[in-house]
């Protein structure tokens, strides 16, 4: 439904296809056209999808192609399947761990034996996705973790992709091996829940117990945002931005959006 609404959308009717799950010669198709090494990014929900998907790729993906998935994955599922993915096990258990891949990367061959000869050995990626809307359609901030081979190859195309910041910074960077960048998105979720959570707080504290309406506690909000042209109807000169971040500019704004739905409500 997604592809179909953008074809519209977007006019690009001739540039989107889309492969129903259980066309498995479309999907294997879709794979083959891909340049090798073939580098394929998914992003279903977390859990049993995810494995249900990198099972399907497994059957028509090659050695050596990648798998990325962007879908904010507990860290240690990540690990797991990185593991499954690499589908190589040491053929000598005196082998050295740091003789397990070559200088650029990918895997020692010379020291490394299949698991499971009927299944491919692929680079596998977990990268954290943060933006949002807002993200899918400027750029959103990436923190791949992983393969570093794998995070070399598509090295070009997730920069290209990420955010900017206002002073060029890409908001993208390699962040290690396993689950480091499942792991990194985590505590970068646990950080935006708490400041939610400040946030509720603050609005709960300004509304019932200092009595602002929602256009003071707006004003409040941009005050800490920094905006220059904030007149506190009740003291603060508006200047300060300590707290100024996207969180708290959008707060500010929705305090200060009238409710055009229910009748005789106060914003």
């Not at 240690?76 to 990185?82: L, P």
Request: with cysteine.
């Amino acid at each position: 439904a997604c592809v179909e609404r953008e074809k519209k959308k977007e006019k690009l009717d001739d540039k989107l296809k889309g492969y129903k799950k259980s066309d498995t010669d479309g999907l294997k198709d879709f794979i083959q056209a891909i340049k090798k090494p073939r580098a394929v990014v998914i992003l279903v929900k977390a859990g049993k999808p995810v494995d249900s998907t990198i099972e399907l790729l497994r059957d028509v993906m090659e050695d050596g192609d990648i798998i990325i998935d962007g879908g904010n994955e507990w860290f240690e599922n990540t690990e797991r399947r990185e593991k499954l993915c690499k589908n190589l096990e040491k053929k000598d258990e005196n082998t050295k761990d740091e003789d397990v891949l070559k200088e650029d990367k990918t895997f020692n061959l010379d020291v490394l034996k299949k698991v499971d000869e009927s299944k491919p050995y692929l680079y596998y990626m977990g990268m954290g996705v943060s933006g949002g809307e807002t993200g899918a359609r400027f750029g959103p901030s990436l923190m791949p973790g992983g393969s570093l081979f794998a995070y070399r190859t598509v090295e070009k195309i997730v920069l290209a992709a990420a955010a900017k910041s206002d002073d060029g910074t890409v908001c993208c960077k390699y962040l290690g091996p396993g689950g480091s960048g499942n792991y990194i998105k985590m505590v970068h979720n646990g950080i935006e829940y708490g400041d939610m959570q400040l946030i509720a707080e603050a609005y709960d504290i300004l509304k019932n117990i200092v009595g602002y309406n929602n256009e003071q506690i707006g004003q409040v909000f941009d005050a800490w945002n920094g905006k220059k042209d904030v007149d506190l109807a009740k003291g603060g000169t508006g200047n300060t931005g300590q707290l100024k971040s996207y969180l708290i500019e959008i707060s500010g704004d929705i305090f200060k959006k009238k409710d055009d739905i229910v009748e005789g409500k106060e914003n």
